[in-house]
């Protein structure tokens, strides 16, 4: 039923990194790589849960600490009926993806401790099969670190409207933004500028009240 829970972008309020901080901490170890590529990265879910050990590419300094890393993302994970996976290979959502540096570390934690083994070894398999996780599965961790958040209203995709509106705050372009989110066309990543745009004006009223303030106290 999550997988169904999706409204527009537009509809819905992203997390706070206060609130992505909770939720890490409340998820179990194992699931905590998942929100940091949900929130920074932007996957779907069924591209999240399909990726493979040679999809992440995190490269080293000299000093041996990780420095940049690219997540390349060119199938996704459908569940036709609830015991079947099928994976596709979408060619309008293929991309390469880079990777905020502060969340590489974590990743190669998540690697050397969870991912499968071999090139092919699924990043997030499921604990018990050790096939492709399902929704229901991540629901059962999820619903309580959510709430602990206070976001019990944050559903998993919403993480990936929070990464979009992140990296238009950032100043990406509208290009950018589709390359990172696997959009064809402009529509819904216009919307994550717009959301961009919103802040900037959030931060012009702040800088109003500051002068406001400061001009009040001499």
Not at 23 to 41: F, K, N, S
Not at 83 to 102: F, G, Q, Y
């Amino acid at each position: 039923a999550a997988a169904r829970q999706l409204g527009p972008p537009g509809s819905i309020r992203p997390a706070t990194l206060a609130e992505l901080a909770t939720i890490m901490d409340e998820m179990p170890p194992r699931y905590a790589a998942m929100v940091l590529l949900a929130a920074w990265c932007a996957p779907r879910f069924g591209e999240l849960t399909e990726l493979r050990r040679r999809d992440l590419t995190i490269n080293r300094g000299p000093d041996g600490e990780p420095v940049d890393g690219t997540l390349t993302i060119t199938r996704a994970v459908v569940w036709p009926d609830p015991d079947t996976p099928v994976v596709k290979i979408p060619k309008s959502l293929s991309r390469d993806v880079a990777i905020p540096p502060h969340i590489l570390g974590p990743l190669l934690t998540h690697l050397d401790t969870y991912a499968a083994p071999g090139p092919d070894g699924l990043l997030f398999p499921a604990v018990e099969s050790g096939g492709h996780m399902k929704h229901g599965a991540l629901y059962k961790v999820y619903r309580r670190a959510r709430k602990a958040a206070g976001r019990p209203d944050l559903r998993w995709h919403d993480l990936r409207h929070t990464g979009a509106t992140l990296a238009a705050q950032a100043g990406a372009t509208l290009a950018e933004l589709m390359n990172r989110l696997g959009h064809s066309t402009v529509t819904a990543a216009l919307i994550y500028q717009h959301a961009a745009a919103g802040r900037d004006a959030e931060i012009a009223r702040r800088l109003s009240n500051i002068a406001t303030n400061s001009l009040a106290s001499t």
